[in-house]
C-alpha cells in the first residue's frame, strides 16, 4: 500500500533538496493523498509541504501547513482498513 506513498516521498524530498521546490511540493502533495488513512504518513507528508513552503518563503503556506499538522495530530485517526474477503 505505501509504495507510491514512499515513492512519492521520496521524489519529493529529491526534488527539495535540488531546489526544485515546485516539484517537491506536487510530489508531498501527492504523497498526502496517498498516505491520509494514516496518522504518520499524513503527518509526514504535511512535514514536506510545510519544509518546502519555508524554502520557498511563503509564510501564508507555512501557516496552513502548521494549522493542518496541529489538526491532524489532535483529530484524525489510522482509517480501518477494508477486510478481504476470504
Sequence with gaps: MTGGYDSEMAQGRAALATRDLAAAYRHFGRAHSLGHDTLALHLAAHRGLLATAWKQRRPDRMITQI????????????????????
Excluded at 74 to 80: E, I
Design 67 to 86: 494549522f493542518l499538522l496541529g489538526a491532524a495530530a489532535l483529530f484524525d485517526r489510522n482509517q480501518p482498513q477494508a477486510k478481504k474477503p476470504a
